[in-house]
């Protein structure tokens, strides 16, 4: 089991940036692929992005291309979502998740742990 924290949400100004963290409880975080996904009022969560339990694949969803980065520290149980050139669409609410063994995330990989959250909120 792991339990999921995420930090580094706040408010920004469109064309800005934010880095948030999803810290990891559990010996056996190497083993989880990680996504990061958002919600609004009214709206379906959506994956944003995800990356694999090795590292080396990752999905993105079209929205973010080119302007998110995921990348994980397995040394610091600590996945990272680097957010570049925010627009006032990406406010949401980010939560981080994780499931077990996945080589492929994509907008159907089921999670089966949360965090809590963090808002994000991007001004125009």
């Known amino acids: 089991q792991v339990q999921l924290v995420e930090s580094g949400g706040g408010l920004v100004q469109a064309g800005g940036s934010l880095r948030l963290s999803c810290a990891a409880s559990?010996?056996?975080?190497?083993?989880?692929?990680v996504g990061w996904l958002r919600q609004t009022p009214g709206k379906e969560r959506e994956v944003v992005t995800g990356i694999s339990w090795t590292g080396r694949t990752t999905y993105y969803a079209d929205s973010v291309k080119g302007r998110f980065t995921i990348s994980r520290d397995d040394a610091k149980n600590t996945v990272y979502l680097q957010m570049n050139s925010l627009k006032p669409e990406d406010t949401a609410v980010y939560y981080c998740?994780?499931?077990?063994?996945?080589?492929?995330?994509?907008?159907?990989?089921?999670?089966?742990?949360w965090g809590q959250g963090t808002q994000v909120t991007v001004s125009s």
């Open positions: 998740a994780a499931t077990r063994f996945v080589v492929v995330v994509d907008n159907s990989t089921v999670w089966d742990y």
């Open positions: 559990g010996r056996t975080f190497s083993s989880y692929a």
